[in-house]
């Protein structure tokens, strides 16, 4: 084959720069990330049972829909949560490699299943299924310039005009409103109901069939009177859009003209949807959206067209509302490609330097830095062929190849220039002998090393998504240098290599004059030197052979001492980073209210507004639906500004903890954001503890309890904690049913009643400004915050007399879990922790395992 080429080395010339050209267009499409696709592709379910506490979540929702997902292709695991904000959420985790539109699909054919079982007021709120987790890629906050607007505002118009938008760019998983949009809401006033003999049932009977959407047809409509002369659309009732309206409806008329409207037994105000969620930036109320990477995604390019459509839709931002990017993953994943490209540079560099400095012949330098960006460029090629990415692993792969690659092209150089001064041939009939010889070495070369690396192609898991690019990445440069040390080397090396003399090649002759001459001196002294140490070399060699049995002893001694150090090395599966942010968890008391959080979250902010390192600091309250946790994201300054040990991420992160310990009341931990997207929350490691024998909620939170005190014990590992929240005080009413029977009420009043008194109860939609937004019912807060608050409610029984609560029930202080977890299928609670300083994370799992 090389014959051929060496003959037609226009031919060899143009197949390269085909490969060039492919490689080129290939790096355009290839997407950009940290690294390849190493967390599992997920799917979530996501749906809503306003007003229910989480246990009644788990029961009616979120585990009737686990129990259909059975017989899904390569399942991993699911997991499933339920918060006091009456939201379920399941999470089904598929094997690496799994097709997650295949796998969406069948989960949404599952679903489709357990729609039926589901409580009326779940349907009716819609079950979503989405493609990926709930980790973000990105946070994009926004807030009023000049406080024109207040956080309702803000999160209004976000939901309203930027979720949809952002929701249908390419790669865009899901968006969550960190903040709340408006929703029309009447309060009800339980006094006012009980003079007029209503209940709450009576208010949403009367909103559901005067805001509703009437169809009344045409005039005029076909079949028709052959003289009719008129069409016309007939337009009656439709949804109620002020709260004026609202005001006015009516809920009971008599004979005699009397009429009771909303107005006279509640108050209706166009008010947050939301009453939980709330977002600040810096101290600044606003909202916020949180996007979601759907998986398989490119994260760089999905960011830059995130932050292009609100540049774009920016002008249109009424209010001076202003943007802020309070946490972003992909600057970290495009400075950690820069270095690596920075390295590819510079290896390439003293590659060229390097075989300079031994060949000392520019022309014959030049052949192999000419293969090397042929063959770095024909393995971006392969890479698009399988569908890789531009990451730190394959940009790793390419620098170790350089070495490996360069080798090919100077060992035909150096054998074409042996035979040349060995035999005086011309550099064409050098080359056709030189690769008559050295061929068959170069192929087995590359098949020796392809069958070191092509192994960990096949390795599965996780593991295997870190390995498989990696080892492709080499293969594919081995084999493309071999190909280019077989055809376009060769053609090279017979065009470019001017002709020696025999016998001229081992003889240094005068040195030239001017700057040549210094280069000359140069490698004339280099030369001198080199052949003194290679001779001291081959000496050391002797006498080693001489001693073979004390040499080889020394050879063992060597392979022993590996093997136990390699045994010993602690293990690890990605190290923590400098991503350019941290993450806090605060947590108070079990029962603690918004009004006790509040304080504790100035503290936190101004702790972190002082430091000098950040930048700015995103406070997020009731995600889980709780008044007595909350999160930020910390955003760090650039890398360049942060120079030292102690100004890095882990430092921040260290010190933060220590001293925000100080903080009464409150557990608060500042913690690095994982190594890997989509593998957990924040860094470190999770496991769960799993109740798969149906003990119960007391025994699963009193083993709880146990492994948090033995897993506190262990000097492996730090900051182990439940992720789970705590049991809160709840307060349970008891029916008493042979009494509300004997009063002639029925199961449904009653329940009806203090749902939607206390709890909340979703009635249907209206219209605000051209957007559907959700009405919702609910008691008044003066009617709601005493435990002596229920007994002012009452129930009509089937004879028109109101009942007050207290005539059939009876209550009591109780604990519950406002999140409940669930995992496999089974209770369970989730453990998180950080390895001790110096520990790996490997054994800090070790040492978390029941065996230990």
């Keep these: 084959m090389a014959r051929f080429f060496i003959d037609r080395p226009i031919f060899a010339w143009v197949l390269s720069i085909i490969v060039m050209l492919a490689g080129l267009m290939s790096i355009r499409s290839l997407p950009l990330e940290q690294y390849p696709d190493i967390a599992p592709p997920r799917v979530s379910i996501n749906a809503t049972y306003t007003g229910a506490s989480a246990k009644t979540v788990e029961d009616s929702v979120t585990q009737v829909i686990e129990q259909q997902m059975t017989g899904l292709d390569n399942l991993l695991y699911l997991q499933g949560t339920s918060n006091s904000s009456g939201i379920s959420r399941t999470q089904l985790t598929f094997n690496a490699g799994t097709d997650i539109d295949v796998a969406q699909m069948q989960v949404q054919n599952k679903l489709q299943q357990a729609m039926s079982r589901l409580p009326q007021a779940v349907q009716s709120r819609g079950v979503t299924v989405t493609k990926g987790g709930n980790d973000f890629l990105m946070i994009v906050s926004m807030y009023s310039a000049d406080g024109s607007a207040d956080a309702v505002d803000v999160g209004d118009y976000i939901t309203s005009n930027l979720i949809d938008v952002i929701s249908r760019i390419d790669g865009v998983g899901e968006v969550q409103t960190l903040g709340t949009g408006y929703a029309m809401r009447i309060w009800l006033d339980p006094d006012k109901l009980r003079k007029y003999a209503l209940m709450p049932s009576d208010v949403n009977s009367a909103l559901v069939a005067q805001n509703a959407q009437v169809s009344a047809g045409q005039l005029g409509a076909l079949p028709a009177t052959s003289q009719q002369q008129l069409n016309a659309t007939i337009t009656a009732r439709s949804k109620l859009r002020t709260a004026d309206q609202f005001r006015a409806v009516v809920l009971r008329a008599t004979a005699d003209g009397a009429v009771v409207r909303l107005q006279d037994v509640a108050r209706v105000e166009l008010g947050a949807e939301n009453l939980t969620v709330r977002s600040l930036l810096n101290g600044r109320p606003g909202a916020g959206m949180g996007v979601v990477l759907a998986d398989g995604a490119n994260a760089v390019r999905v960011a830059e067209a995130v932050n292009a459509k609100v540049a774009e839709l920016k002008p249109l931002f009424p209010n001076q509302l202003e943007t802020f990017v309070s946490y972003d993953t992909t600057p970290f994943v495009s400075a950690s490609i820069d270095e690596v490209v920075k390295a590819l540079l510079e290896a390439m560099l003293l590659v060229v330097v390097v075989m300079y400095v031994f060949l000392q012949n520019f022309r014959a330098t030049l052949i192999p830095a000419i293969a090397v960006p042929v063959v770095l460029l024909g393995t971006f090629g392969v890479l698009s062929v399988f569908g890789y990415s531009i990451n730190t692993l394959t940009m790793f792969g390419m620098v170790l190849a350089i070495g490996l690659l360069v080798d090919d092209a100077i060992v035909v150089v150096e054998n ?3 035979v040349m001064s060995e035999e005086g041939l011309s550099p064409k009939e050098a080359t056709r002998k030189s690769m008559d010889e050295i061929t068959p070495a170069l192929v087995g070369i590359a098949l020796v090393l392809s069958a070191v690396f092509i192994p960990m192609a096949f390795f599965g898991g996780s593991t295997g998504v870190i390995y498989r690019q990696f080892s492709i990445t080499i293969v594919s440069a081995m084999v493309l240098s071999v190909l280019v040390a077989l055809t376009l080397t060769p053609a090279l090396c017979a065009t470019l290599l001017k002709p020696i003399e025999k016998g001229a090649h081992t003889s240094h002759g005068a040195p030239r004059r001017g700057l040549m001459g210094g280069v000359d001196r140069f490698f004339a002294g280099f030369n001198r030197r080199f052949d003194s140490t290679a001779d001291r070399y081959q000496g050391f060699v002797g006498a080693i052979v001489r001693r ?7 050879y063992l ?4 001492a590996m093997a136990v150090m390699f045994l010993r090395l602690p293990t690890s599966f990605l190290p923590d980073e400098d991503q350019g942010f941290v993450q806090v968890q605060i947590t108070l008391p079990p029962g603690s209210s918004n009004a006790r959080l509040q304080p504790i979250l100035a503290q936190v902010q101004d702790y972190f507004t002082k430091q000098p390192d950040v930048v700015s600091i995103n406070l997020l309250t009731g995600q889980n639906g709780d008044q007595s946790s909350a999160r930020a994201f910390v955003l760090l300054k650039p890398w360049a ?29 500042v913690v690095l954001p994982p190594a890997v997207r989509g593998l957990g929350a924040n860094a470190g490691f999770n ?12 025994a699963l939170v009193k083993a709880r309890d146990q492994a948090l005190q033995l897993l506190g014990q262990r000097p492996e590992m730090v900051n182990v904690r439940s992720n789970n929240l705590e049991d809160t005080p709840e307060f349970a009413v008891d029916i008493d049913d042979a009494r509300a029977g004997a009063l002639s009420l029925t199961t449904t009043a009653i329940d009806t009643t203090l749902s939607s008194a206390m709890g909340g109860t979703y009635v249907n939609d209206f219209l605000n400004n051209g957007r559907v937004k959700r009405v919702y019912m609910q008691g008044d807060t003066a009617f709601r915050m005493l435990p002596a608050d229920i007994g002012r409610w009452s129930v009509r029984n089937t004879l028109g007399q109101m009942v007050p609560f207290g005539a059939f029930s009876t209550s009591r202080w109780s604990y519950g879990s ?29 040492a978390a395992s029941p065996t230990n």
């Design 818 to 846: 406002p999140q409940l977890v669930r995992y496999n299928g089974s209770p369970s609670y989730e453990f998180v922790g950080d390895a001790a300083a110096g520990v790996s994370s490997g054994a800090a799992m070790a």
């Design 416 to 418: 074409v220039e042996r």
């Design 557 to 560: 001694a060597i392979c022993i």
């Design 687 to 698: 496991f769960y503890l799993k109740d798969q024998n149906g003990l119960g909620h007391e």
């Design 548 to 554: 073979g049995w004390r040499s080889l002893a020394v």
């Design 641 to 669: 500004e942060r120079k030292g040990a102690e100004h890095s991420a882990a430092a921040i992160a260290r010190r933060g903890s220590r001293d925000l310990a100080a903080i009464r009341d409150a557990r608060i931990f």
